[in-house]
T-cell receptor, first 112, second 113 residues
Framework: KQEVTQIPAALSVPEGENLVLNCSFT??????LQWFRQDPGKGLTSLLL?????REQTSGRLNASLDKSSGRSTLYIAASQPGDSATYLC???????????FGKGTMLLVSP | ETGVTQSPTHLIKTRGQQVTLRCSSQ?????VSWYQQALGQGPQFIFQ???????GRGNFPPRFSGLQFPNYSSELNVNALELDDSALYLC????????????FGPGTRLTVL
């Protein structure tokens, strides 16, 4: 059974700082990995999708890497802004009937 | 292009009642998945529908059931509500041949008293 762990559970940084969020998974036989953003009480916004054959994806100030063999992914946020404050969720897509297994998320607070 | 929509936004029910939540998939998407997200937790997979058939199910009891309609919209039904069913229910749709790329709706917040 796939298990996804996200570290840290919460993170507070001053504006402008670069930061890294970590995600680990127990079964390396994945189809893809997605990073999502969730604002309080809201749905999920997809940030980056990495296919199993890829090593990283970039979108603006965000960069996500994937190391399947070690079961790890990182989300790098450059020059953080208060608007980046949200919960970031990592989700792994299996090779079966296409469900996503989520971690519990990292709650990020960027202070001005 | 309209994204995934869900209704209602919020719902309050009492223990033992039944509830139906609705989801309209994004245009062109034929697969719908439902997730339950308890407070402070990541979403948990309930089930998935493809071409009006259940295509996979997570660890949820039979009182959680669903439907998918010919236009690919979907319903989640929960019978005999329990207090622990209080959660945000998320619907996600996927385009053909890209099943693990899921686009989420805003969710329905269910409170069971």
């Amino acid at each position: 059974k796939q298990e996804v762990t996200q570290i840290p559970a919460a993170l507070s940084v001053p504006e402008g700082e670069n930061l890294v969020l970590n995600c680990s998974f127990t079964d390396s036989a994945i189809y893809n990995l997605q990073w999502f953003r969730q604002d309080p009480g809201k749905g999920l916004t997809s940030l980056l999708l990495i296919q199993s054959s890829q090593r990283e994806q970039t979108s603006g100030r965000l960069n996500a890497s994937l190391d399947k063999s070690s079961g790890r992914s990182t989300l790098y946020i450059a020059a953080s802004q208060p608007g980046d404050s949200a919960t970031y969720l990592c989700a792994v897509g299996g090779s079966g009937y296409s469900t996503l297994t989520f971690g519990k998320g990292t709650m990020l607070l960027v202070s001005p | 292009e309209t994204g995934v929509t869900q209704s209602p936004t919020h719902l309050i029910k009492t223990r033992g009642q039944q509830v139906t939540l609705r989801c309209s998939s994004q245009s062109g998407h034929n697969t719908v998945s439902w997730y339950q997200q308890a407070l402070g937790q990541g979403p948990q997979f309930i089930f998935q529908y493809y071409r009006e058939e259940e295509n996979g199910r997570g660890n949820f009891p039979p009182r959680f059931s669903g439907l998918q309609f010919p236009n690919y919209s979907s319903e989640l039904n929960v019978n005999a509500l329990e207090l622990d069913d209080s959660a945000l229910y998320l619907c996600a749709s996927s385009p053909p041949l890209s099943y693990n790329e899921q686009f989420f709706g805003p969710g329905t917040r269910l409170t069971v008293l």
